[in-house]
C-alpha cells in the first residue's frame, strides 16, 4: 500500500515551475527611471512601490497596467517555459540561457525604445496606460536569479531529460 506523502510528491520540474511562476507574479521586474512628471517606482505585475515627496507607499495595480506588466514580462514566461523544458525533454541549456538573459533585459530595452519613439515625435502610448509617465525600467533580474538557485537546489538529472515530454 502506497502511502500519502509518496503520491502528493511532485517532480522537481512542476515544483521549479511553480515556484517560478508564483515570483514572475509577485517579484519586481524592474526600477521605473521616471523622465516626466511622475514619481520613480518599483514595479512588480501586481504592485508597485512609489517613491514620491507627496506619496511613498505600496499599492496594487490597475487592471490597465497588469496588461502593461505583462507584456513587458512577457519574455520572462518563455524563460520559465523553457526552464520547464529543460527538466522534462531534452532541451539545450544554452537556448534556456538565452532566453533567460533577454528576459531580464527586456523590461529596459523595450522603455528605451518606447523614450527613443516618444522623443521623434510619437505623443502618448496607447491606452489603457495613456497618461504623462515615460519610465526607463531598469530591469531586476529576480526571476533569472531564483532560476539559477533553483537549479542548483533541483540540479537537471539524466533520467528527468529522457523522461515524457
Known amino acids: 500500500m502506497t502511502s500519502i506523502k509518496s503520491k502528493l510528491k511532485l517532480p522537481p520540474a512542476y515544483i521549479v515551475l511553480l515556484i517560478l511562476l ?28 512609489i517613491d514620491a515627496p507627496w506619496f511613498s507607499g505600496f499599492r496594487f495595480v490597475r487592471f490597465g497596467h497588469v496588461l502593461e506588466a505583462i507584456l513587458y514580462t512577457l519574455p520572462t514566461y518563455f524563460f520559465i517555459f523553457q526552464l520547464f523544458k529543460l527538466y522534462r525533454t531534452s532541451s539545450r541549456q544554452k537556448r534556456m540561457r ?15 525604445l518606447l523614450v527613443i519613439a516618444w522623443l521623434q515625435g510619437w505623443n502618448q502610448p496607447p491606452p489603457p496606460v495613456s497618461d504623462h509617465r515615460f519610465p526607463i525600467y531598469v530591469p531586476i533580474p529576480a526571476v533569472v536569479i531564483i532560476a539559477i ?3 542548483k537546489l533541483f540540479p537537471v538529472k539524466e533520467t528527468d ?3 515524457a515530454g
Open 98 to 112: 538565452l532566453v533567460g538573459i533577454l528576459s531580464a533585459l527586456f523590461p529596459g530595452v523595450v522603455s528605451l
Open 149 to 151: 538557485i533553483l537549479l
Open 161 to 163: 531529460k529522457t523522461g
Open 22 to 49: 508564483a515570483a514572475a507574479i509577485l517579484l519586481p521586474f524592474g526600477y521605473a527611471l521616471d523622465l516626466g512628471p511622475g514619481p520613480n517606482s518599483v514595479r512588480a505585475l501586481v504592485w508597485q512601490y
